[in-house]
């Protein structure tokens, strides 16, 4: 058996998230099934995170392992064909087999799309804000982030989870084209932790809490003292790092 | 009764196109039922020009009459909270009632944007074409599109204009991130004339005619020797002039 690591992308919209799910139709679940036909043996893909329904990938890694004996660029070839057009595979790269696309990352790096006009272009692509929210404040409020290790405020209740614990080593506000980003890196995410410290940044933003207050949610560890999470088709998870030794991108 | 220029953009893809027609959606009547809406009286909306289905404009500008008295800013955003998230209105402004969105133009833009790679972020918002086209022949191509006036060769048969004639003022490829961009501009377009000419020219792109056929092709004003047409999604509307004097942009 030989482990393989595939980089791909995928447009969130029409998925019920990465993971596979009854009724519904997952990313996981397409990749399995186009591996599957084409490999003709059964295929079981496990991927470096989730992503919730409607969040989108600009880059994501999974694994798979197989005996089946085959081109690496033309299985990618392959793939891009049968899949849909929303998901791509941007390589396949035979790895070490203890190499583990979640356990081996070292970390992981989101970006969330503000506009604040209306834009027929970016629609389901960013989140779009009504009001014209205070960027320098959010920026301001997001530097604390880095001053922090426990998110437990910012994390879905009752997750599996040991800790909730972070090493945020990124978080800023960045005007791109009609958009704002925001661009935050970190060794792990909790559940819900982007889109909740986003729709609380956003708070800050419109003036509703202060950016003392924000600090004191973080330091609060109270999921019910944030606010509500930003809307799901903002999000982007665009980068996950590996060691060099297992994964060279 | 005071006419109205509303500056407007949409994504073409849930659209019959820009004009009304039975039994499917359009952004016409889109425009029609949100005006008649608000302002509580008939309002038939007059497009520059029309897009085909699926054909999107970055920037599109028809006009309307009425005696309702409002504040342009106000019914712009009571519009765009009235309309789908596809459609959406840039401005509304008082002009002469001379001034007409069509007939008063003086020239029309378009880009048709082509990805060579699959990319789920462009989805029906470029066209992907499988292979690598020949940039620099398909740019060579273009700029014989600015030595001729009669573009027979690339317009719908029986269509209604008395004649053929255009002035080209721009005819370029340019690479754009991950796309390439071709960009035309003339006073005039035939029906279905942009996207003829991409298609023509990605023929040249793919070695099936050389740039001296195209250049033939032209001459021959014969629709029947010009390449199959390029895909409506990778097309857009992206700019209309007026004279100053009526229209200020």
Known sequence: MSRYFMELAYR???????QIQPNSVSVQEKLQ???????TQTIDVTGAGRTDAGVHAAYMVAHFDTDAFFNCSELTKRLNRFLPGDIVILSITEVDSESHSRFSAISRSYEYRITTKKNPFLLQLAHRVTYCPDFDAMNHA?????QHSDFTSFSKLHTDVKNNLCTITRSIWEPRGVEWIFRIEAN???RNMVRAITGTLLDVGRGKITIEHFNEIIIAKDRSLAGTSAPAQGLYLVDIKYPDTIFKK
Chains 1, 2 share one sequence.
């Open 188 to 190: 792990r995410f909790l």
């Open 33 to 39: 099934q186009a591996l599957t036909a084409i490999l």
């Open 142 to 146: 997001a530097t604390h982030l880095l």
């Open 12 to 18: 969130g919209t029409n998925y019920c998230g990465w």
